[in-house]
């Protein structure tokens, strides 16, 4: 058994202890950015759910191994758990995204193993695959994701948070619905804090917001950060030859616009481009939409003309 594979055991064992019993495990080969490891579970007389185990581990706790853990240490794990509690706070916050299951009282645990430190939780599973593109959209079906995500994006929105990662890989599928997920970088725009510094971009930098690359301290984050990466996923999923094309060709409205020409010039693709997608795509985050009201109701009337 890997090295892994026994933190799993142990992780299962001490959630036994805690009467969750865990029936089966698997764990997903996912990509995770922050070095996670997932693991789908079975709960006796309950649904599926995730369990997320984060490695925490402070610098000076690879240096040499640790006899106690001393305030020092103490601090500097809770300092590595930030994305992790930014996380569980957002997803507490905006009912789109999994929900965590406490264990005993606590939303989350931590436990040193072999030298290391861990912080482990269980989240709702969404049922589904992680959003892979196939082969050929409709302008109906990139309608029908473009609707799903804003719906996210507004709940999210209405509750005072911005997401700030709409990846493929942030989204997971299950015939045709989308649901997000990964609160880890997001953003209470009500509140001072922010967990990544500014000047650094955060996210993946093809579906970034142009905002996003040049962070500031006073920045004024809205619904509209969000709205750009839909317009590239959008687009992605509408011409497949932009999924291979480089991040700056993508981020050029001008290829893009040619690109979705190219690929079908009839009336019901350009609306969609013109009303919508280049909108989304807009550099300038004021000139998104102003509301997500706005952007709805252009949305609506696009669909009825395609259905028409
Ligand atoms: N609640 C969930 N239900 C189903 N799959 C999930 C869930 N959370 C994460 N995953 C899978 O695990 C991957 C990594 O999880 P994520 O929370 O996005 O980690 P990271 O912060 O490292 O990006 C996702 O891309 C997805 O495939
Ligand atoms: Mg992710």
Do not use: W
């Given at each position: 058994m890997g090295y892994i594979d026994s933190l799993v055991q142990?992780?299962?064992?001490?959630?036994?202890?805690?009467?969750?019993?865990?029936?089966?495990?698997?764990?997903?080969?996912?990509?995770?950015?922050?070095?996670?490891?997932?693991?789908?579970?079975?709960?006796?007389?309950?649904?599926?759910?995730?369990?997320?185990?984060?490695?925490?581990t402070p610098e000076i706790m690879k240096e040499e191994p640790i006899e106690e853990i001393n305030e020092e240490?103490?601090?500097?794990?809770?300092?590595?758990?930030?994305?992790?509690f930014n996380e569980i706070e957002m997803s507490k916050k905006c009912p789109n995204l999994p929900q965590l299951r406490n264990i005993g009282n606590h939303l989350f645990q931590y436990l040193i193993y072999d030298?290391?430190?861990?912080?482990?939780?269980?989240?709702?599973?969404?049922e589904g695959t992680m959003f892979r593109y196939k082969d050929t959209y409709t302008i109906t079906?990139?309608?029908?994701?473009?609707?799903?995500?804003?719906?996210?994006?507004?709940?999210?929105?209405?509750?005072?948070?911005?997401?700030?990662?709409?990846?493929?890989?942030n989204i997971m599928e299950n015939n045709?619905?989308?649901?997000?997920?990964?609160?880890?970088?997001?953003?209470?725009?009500?509140d001072g804090l922010d967990i990544t510094k500014t000047g650094t971009p955060i996210g993946k930098a093809r579906y970034l917001a142009p905002e996003q690359e040049r962070v500031t301290a006073n920045m004024n984050w809205t619904f509209q950060?969000?709205?750009?990466?839909?317009?590239?996923?959008?687009?992605?999923?509408?011409?497949?030859?932009?999924?291979?094309?480089?991040?700056k060709d993508i981020r050029d409205i001008q290829i893009v616009a040619k690109k979705w020409l190219e690929k079908d010039n009839s009336y019901e693709a350009q609306l969609l481009f013109k009303k919508i997608i280049a909108?989304?795509?807009?550099?300038?985050?004021?000139?998104?939409?102003?509301?997500?009201t706005e952007l709805i109701s252009e949305l609506e009337k696009v669909k009825k003309e395609v259905i028409k």
């Open positions: 142990k992780v299962i064992t001490l959630l036994k202890n805690n009467n969750i019993d865990i029936t089966s495990s698997k764990r997903l080969r996912v990509p995770s950015g922050q070095g996670k490891t997932v693991v789908c579970i079975s709960i006796k007389d309950e649904k599926d759910y995730i369990l997320k185990i984060v490695d925490v240490i103490r601090n500097q794990i809770m300092y590595m758990s930030i994305r992790t030298n290391s430190a861990y912080l482990y939780y269980i989240e709702e599973k969404v079906e990139v309608i029908s994701f473009l609707e799903q995500l804003i719906d996210n994006i507004r709940i999210m929105s209405e509750n005072d948070y911005v997401h700030r990662d709409i990846t493929p890989s045709g619905k989308y649901f997000l997920i990964d609160g880890g970088i997001g953003k209470n725009i009500k950060t969000d709205l750009y990466p839909l317009g590239i996923i959008a687009t992605e999923m509408f011409i497949p030859k932009t999924r291979n094309i480089p991040d909108n989304l795509l807009n550099e300038i985050k004021a000139l998104r939409f102003n509301s997500i």
